[in-house]
């Protein structure tokens, strides 16, 4: 269906389809009237060698001769005959042999291919576009916030700079333009005046030079670039850049603030005016086995327990959802109600590995990044690598094979509390998961993803935690873009804000059914300059007041159709 409705598109569009079909047309029908003209002479000398046929049987036998298949049934006994066959065999050859198929190519095929080649792989996006995004490549991270945007339904298109790339890119469904990214122009036709972001993920070089271009052609549009090496992050600035993301220090960052040891808190993600916003896992705490009913969190410390990530997978919690050793908590509260989470919790994995370092595999830009977070909290560590040019020396280097149980047991195995494996091959990762997980069950895990679709198979491998590259990419550029309306908790949930609907004007939370409804949470209330944070049931909402609510992508768009009239 979709190569018909191409066709049928490139039939009715623009003067020069219409002038490359009319000659099309003139063709076929001089030969039309050719066969036509030599069927009635068939018919004529037939009638002259006393033979009489059908007006079918003309059209079948100069069909038949013009195009060289000469069945034989039909032949005529006359040299006169016989000359008009020798003629009307010619005429077939250089009409439907040479010139039908130049034509249909010339007039139709090579216009059309031209046609579907500009629609697959244009230069430009429509004059109508706006507020859109502009990505300058197409890579795991862009690849993620293509999804995310398609979520929250916002535009976008990715440069790139092969036709044949960006065929293939719209052949799964991205929205792809040709152009070079160091090129002003492919910029204005991306219209970059209209845009809402630019989005440089390629190498430093190339970001510092996209961000001086766009910058050159706008100087108020937001560009956001990454940069592999901190070394960069002043010079993306100088050039333009309105925020550096350093994705090896944000994912040494994840890594260390999820590893249960030394002196372990929740760590704090967002911040919405007196609501703070917490991710912590459980393991070996005395909530691993009770229900959220159980745990008693909003009783004991204040604090209300919002969202879950349950091995990779987000969800809104009930009161019955039983919290596991993968369980990572998701708190809402002020900050001093965060601090005595922390003062009750945290003392369960301060004393349980005292002293006993963390594994670190991997001595690349992340695996050095955690190791320096970790020496700022006074957090022992080893990092396990295997080539020694790759690291300095240093006492908390051991050079081996991960995969070496006489490697590991010189880097402890038997006593870390955790171990976190960082290394750039997914394949790697599950690899060194898998094995790890059968030496130890009872070992804190947290492994990298540097590919989307291996999160799900790090989980089953063994992984408690999986850091996914492109995720935390997409999470800080989304954030970035949406300006805090929209804040990017764990892969899966949000936190935004709306103003009250209409419809819930006086309504408490308790009879407005919006968990019911949305599987989503009211975490706070705006009211009057009152800032309430985790209201209770019995809170009325009130004309005027903001909402800041959290749940997954699908119950955020479930509100909106419920409570929003659009």
Same mark, same amino acid.
Request: negative net charge.
């Given at each position: 269906?979709?190569?018909?409705?191409?066709?049928?598109?490139?039939?009715?569009?623009?003067?020069?389809?219409?002038?490359?079909?009319?000659?099309?047309?003139?063709?076929?029908?001089?030969?039309?009237?050719?066969?036509?003209?030599?069927?009635?002479?068939?018919?004529?000398?037939?009638?002259?060698?006393?033979?009489?046929?059908?007006?079918?049987?003309?059209?079948?036998?100069?069909? @038949? =001769?013009?195009?060289?298949?000469?069945?034989?049934? $039909?032949?005529?006994?006359? %040299?006169?005959?016989?000359?008009?066959? +020798? #003629?009307?065999?010619?005429?077939?050859?250089?009409?439907?042999?040479?010139?039908?198929?130049?034509?249909?190519?010339?007039?139709?095929?090579?216009?059309?291919?031209?046609?579907?080649?500009?629609?697959?792989?244009?230069?430009?996006?429509?004059?109508?576009?706006?507020?859109?995004?502009?990505?300058?490549?197409?890579?795991?991270?862009?690849?993620?916030?293509?999804?995310?945007?398609?979520?929250?339904?916002?535009?976008?298109?990715?440069?790139?700079?092969?036709?044949?790339?960006?065929?293939?890119?719209?052949?799964?469904?991205?929205?792809?333009?040709?152009?070079?990214?160091?090129?002003?122009?492919?910029?204005?036709?991306?219209?970059?005046?209209?845009?809402?972001?630019?989005?440089?993920?390629?190498?430093?070089?190339?970001?510092?030079?996209?961000?001086? @271009? =766009?910058?050159?052609?706008?100087?108020?549009?937001? $560009?956001?670039?990454?940069? %592999?090496?901190?070394?960069?992050?002043? +010079? #993306?600035?100088?050039?333009?850049?309105?925020?550096?993301?350093?994705?090896?220090?944000?994912?040494?960052?994840?890594?260390?603030?999820?590893?249960?040891?030394?002196?372990?808190?929740?760590?704090?993600?967002?911040?919405?005016?007196?609501?703070?916003?917490?991710?912590?896992?459980?393991?070996?705490?005395?909530?691993?086995?009770?229900?959220?009913?159980?745990?008693?969190?909003?009783?004991?410390?204040?604090?209300?327990?919002?969202?879950?990530?349950?091995?990779?997978?987000?969800?809104?919690?009930?009161?019955?959802?039983?919290?596991?050793?993968?369980?990572?908590?998701?708190?809402?509260?002020?900050?001093?109600?965060?601090?005595?989470?922390?003062?009750?919790?945290?003392?369960?994995?301060?004393?349980?590995?005292?002293?006993?370092?963390?594994?670190?595999?991997?001595?690349?830009?992340?695996?050095?990044?955690?190791?320096?977070?970790?020496?700022?909290?006074?957090?022992?560590?080893?990092? +396990?690598?295997?080539?020694?040019?790759?690291?300095?020396?240093?006492?908390?280097?051991?050079?081996?094979?991960?995969?070496?149980?006489?490697?590991?047991?010189?880097?402890?195995?038997?006593?870390?509390?955790?171990?976190?494996?960082?290394?750039?091959?997914?394949?790697?990762?599950?690899?060194?998961?898998?094995?790890?997980?059968?030496?130890?069950?009872?070992?804190?895990?947290?492994?990298?993803?540097?590919?989307?679709?291996?999160?799900?198979?790090?989980?089953?491998?063994?992984?408690?935690?999986?850091?996914?590259?492109?995720?935390?990419?997409?999470?800080?550029?989304?954030?970035?873009?949406?300006?805090?309306?929209?804040?990017?908790?764990?892969?899966?949930?949000?936190?935004?804000?709306?103003?009250?609907?209409?419809?819930?004007?006086?309504?408490?939370?308790?009879?407005?059914?919006?968990?019911?409804?949305?599987?989503?949470?009211?975490?706070?209330?705006?009211?009057?300059?009152?800032?309430?944070?985790?209201?209770?049931?019995?809170?009325?909402?009130?004309?005027?007041?903001?909402?800041?609510?959290?749940?997954?992508?699908?119950?955020?768009?479930?509100?909106?159709?419920?409570?929003?009239?659009?």
């Amino acid at each position: 269906m979709k190569f018909y409705s191409s066709i049928v598109s490139y039939l009715v569009e623009g003067k020069s389809t219409k002038q490359n079909m009319r000659m099309l047309i003139r063709f076929l029908v001089m030969l039309t009237a050719m066969i036509t003209v030599y069927s009635i002479i068939f018919h004529f000398l037939m009638a002259w060698e006393e033979r009489e046929y059908s007006w079918v049987t003309g059209f079948y036998w100069t069909l @038949t =001769v013009m195009s060289t298949l000469g069945f034989g049934d $039909i032949t005529f006994a006359s %040299d006169a005959g016989r000359l008009f066959s +020798i #003629l009307v065999l010619l005429s077939g050859v250089i009409f439907m042999l040479v010139l039908l198929p130049f034509a249909f190519i010339k007039f139709f095929l090579a216009p059309w291919m031209e046609s579907e080649a500009k629609r697959r792989a244009p230069r430009e996006v429509s004059p109508d576009t706006k507020d859109h995004v502009i990505m300058t490549a197409y890579d795991d991270v862009t690849a993620a916030l293509v999804e995310r945007l398609v979520t929250y339904k916002r535009d976008y298109v990715v440069i790139v700079e092969k036709p044949e790339h960006a065929g293939l890119l719209s052949d799964r469904g991205v929205k792809a333009a040709v152009g070079n990214i160091d090129d002003p122009d492919t910029y204005k036709r991306m219209r970059v005046h209209d845009a809402a972001l630019v989005v440089a993920t390629n190498s430093d070089e190339v970001n510092t030079n996209i961000a001086f @271009t =766009v910058r050159e052609m706008n100087e108020s549009i937001p $560009i956001i670039t990454t940069a %592999d090496s901190p070394h960069s992050v002043d +010079i #993306l600035s100088m050039a333009g850049s309105s925020r550096v993301v350093e994705l090896p220090d944000l994912l040494a960052r994840s890594f260390a603030n999820w590893t249960m040891c030394g002196n372990f808190q929740a760590n704090i993600i967002g911040r919405f005016d007196e609501l703070v916003i917490a991710e912590t896992p459980v393991i070996n705490t005395p909530l691993v086995g009770k229900t959220i009913a159980e745990s008693n969190l909003r009783e004991s410390v204040g604090v209300t327990i919002v969202g879950i990530w349950e091995r990779g997978r987000p969800s809104v919690p009930t009161p019955k959802t039983q919290i596991t050793r993968s369980t990572v908590l998701l708190l809402a509260g002020t900050e001093s109600q965060i601090a005595s989470y922390d003062d009750v919790y945290s003392i369960y994995q301060m004393f349980q590995h005292a002293g006993d370092p963390v594994i670190i595999m991997g001595g690349g830009r992340v695996g050095t990044a955690i190791g320096r977070r970790f020496a700022e909290r006074d957090v022992p560590f080893l990092i +396990i690598e295997k080539n020694p040019k790759k690291t300095s020396e240093s006492a908390n280097i051991v050079y081996g094979d991960a995969a070496d149980l006489s490697t590991l047991k010189r880097a402890w195995i038997e006593k870390a509390p955790a171990a976190l494996i960082t290394t750039h091959e997914d394949a790697t990762n599950i690899y060194l998961t898998k094995y790890f997980r059968s030496l130890r069950p009872d070992l804190q895990i947290i492994s990298r993803a540097n590919l989307d679709r291996n999160v799900s198979t790090l989980h089953r491998a063994g992984a408690d935690f999986v850091m996914s590259y492109p995720v935390l990419g997409v999470d800080a550029v989304f954030s970035f873009l949406t300006k805090q309306d929209v804040l990017m908790l764990v892969e899966g949930l949000t936190l935004f804000r709306v103003q009250a609907p209409e419809i819930l004007d006086g309504v408490t939370l308790a009879d407005s059914r919006i968990r019911q409804e949305t599987h989503c949470s009211v975490v706070a209330i705006k009211s009057d300059g009152n800032f309430i944070v985790n209201p209770g049931p019995c809170i009325p909402v009130t004309k005027g007041s903001e909402l800041i609510l959290i749940g997954t992508y699908e119950g955020e768009r479930q509100f909106f159709r419920t409570y929003i009239k659009t």
